[in-house]
Every structure is written in C-alpha cells, then in structure tokens.
C-alpha cells in the first residue's frame, strides 16, 4: 500500500511564502512523475507544478517566477516553494505521484493523490 502525506499549509500573509512537503511511503519500487495541482472553491482542480522522472519541470504561467517544485528522490518526497504569496493562490493543494509498485505480487504503475492540504492567503 502507498500513501501519500502532505504538510506545510497553512495562513499566510500576502507576499509570504509557504513551503509544501509530500512525502510516498509503502511498497514503492519507483516514482516517476510527481507533481502538485490545487482547487479553489468554485473552480476546477488545475495543474500548478510537475516534475519528471527526469527531473523536468513545468509550471502554470500563473506561478512561474514564484514557485519552484523539487524532490528528493532519497526521501520520497516532493516539495513545493511557494514565494510572493497572492490572494488568488488560496486552494487545497494536493500532491500526486505515479508509483512503480507491487498488488498481490504483481509490479504495476499507479497514480496516488495526497488528501489535500489547504493553503489560505489573507491579510
């Protein structure tokens, strides 16, 4: 079993920075892509940053310049650094990784979610 667990949300002030932590533990062979995506109240959940097995990244334009995504693949785990905060940012972020792994002794690839993590940008 794998499970994915989120930490680092929270209040914020505007212009502040936060800093998102996912972390994969179980039966992990491999991780390949890993990536953060949020949703805001009323709105659909979009993409925010993705990184590779390769360690390519992307960014939504609305980030690009004020987050950078990074893992460590010792660890398992995916960060996310959040600078210049802006009301607009507020959402639940949710990680999500595509996991190398192993179900009744059969190596498979599976894409797990975080249980989200809630980021609040207010003054």
């Known amino acids: 079993q794998v499970q994915l667990v989120e930490s680092g949300g929270g209040l914020v002030q505007p212009g502040g920075s936060l800093r998102l932590s996912c972390a994969a533990s179980g039966r992990i062979l491999k991780i390949n892509a890993m990536g953060w995506y949020r949703q805001a109240p009323g709105k659909q959940r979009e993409l925010v940053a993705t990184t590779t097995g390769g360690g390519s990244t992307n960014y939504v334009d609305s980030v690009k310049g004020r987050f950078t995504i990074s893992r460590d693949n010792a660890k398992n785990t995916v960060y996310l650094q959040m600078n210049s905060l802006k009301p607009e940012d507020t959402a639940v972020y949710y990680c999500?990784?595509?996991?190398?792994?192993?179900?009744?002794?059969?190596?498979?690839?599976?894409?797990?979610w975080g249980q989200g993590t809630q980021v609040t940008v207010s003054s």
């Open positions: 999500n990784a595509d996991v190398v792994t192993v179900v009744v002794e059969t190596i498979t690839e599976r894409e797990y």
